[in-house]
């Protein structure tokens, strides 16, 4: 992969309505990323909204490709993998709409901390819909016996990862399973990741999170699929 104009990161953002509040969320983060020490970077924010509040906000920002979806609506997956799809730098870096970086180096941190290998693990922590407070860290690892990874998330949020520019793509058949399915494709192509213990993000916990929404029945059924796609006991 050739990265344009030696870009070294892709921001790559899934962007939506969020039942109103995507916009304001988009802000603190597009804000939060041009207060960064690291300034080689590309934004790149996949438009998955009916209206124009997402392009409103991106016109604000330098650096910003917006690039409209109108496939697959309510596919987070699908909106990922189309932000993927445009990223030109070496390394890829997800940030979920409703998530911010936490200080102004975090970027320089990951790049810093990368070293040699081809993807990174960071923590983060978690805050409440006002953002005032941060709480409860993450601890990313990687299980001894990997496909552990299929069984229960070892290392969080898509924000929690940088990765070397592939062709992998999110799985679109999964929607509250796609991080950790993807993690593991991740670490039988790229190998073992660089694990940064310091957080590097905030996530936040509110309400309209996917994560909320999707039903035990959504949930059961996606755990059948990757059982059967990896032939799992």
């Not at 953002?13 to 939060?32: K, N, Q, V, W």
């Not at 409703?98 to 790049?111: G, K, T, Y």
């Not at 290998?117 to 005032?132: E, F, G, P, Q, V």
């Not at 310091?198 to 929404?213: D, F, M, S």
């Amino acid at each position: 992969m050739h990265c344009k104009n030696n870009v070294e990161v892709s921001i790559c953002i899934p962007a939506y309505e969020m039942g109103g509040i995507g916009p304001t969320f988009l802000r603190r983060l597009l804000e939060s990323i041009r207060s960064q020490s690291f300034t080689n970077y590309e934004i790149i924010v996949s438009d998955h909204c009916s209206g124009n509040e997402i392009k409103s906000i991106c016109s604000i920002f330098h650096k910003v490709r917006r690039v409209v979806f109108t496939e697959k609506k309510g596919n987070s997956s699908a909106n990922l993998n189309n932000a993927l799809k445009y990223a030109e730098g070496k390394f890829i870096k997800i940030i979920l709409q409703d998530d911010f970086l936490s200080a102004n180096d975090s970027l320089e941190r990951m790049i810093g901390k990368v070293g040699d290998k081809k993807w990174l693990a960071h923590s983060y922590w978690h805050t409440d819909y006002d953002a005032i407070s941060r709480f409860r860290p993450t601890k990313p690892f990687i299980p001894e016996d990997h496909k552990q990874l299929l069984r229960k998330n070892t290392i969080g949020a898509p924000t929690a990862i940088m990765f070397q520019n592939c062709e992998l793509r999110f799985d679109e058949n999964l929607l509250w399973s796609m991080d950790l399915e993807f993690y593991y494709r991740l670490l039988c192509r790229l190998g073992m990741p660089t694990i940064i213990k310091y957080p590097l993000a905030v996530q936040t916990l509110w309400h309209g999170q996917l994560t909320n929404k999707l039903s035990n029945e959504i949930r059961n059924w996606e755990h059948g699929y990757i059982k059967a796609k990896y032939k799992l006991d």
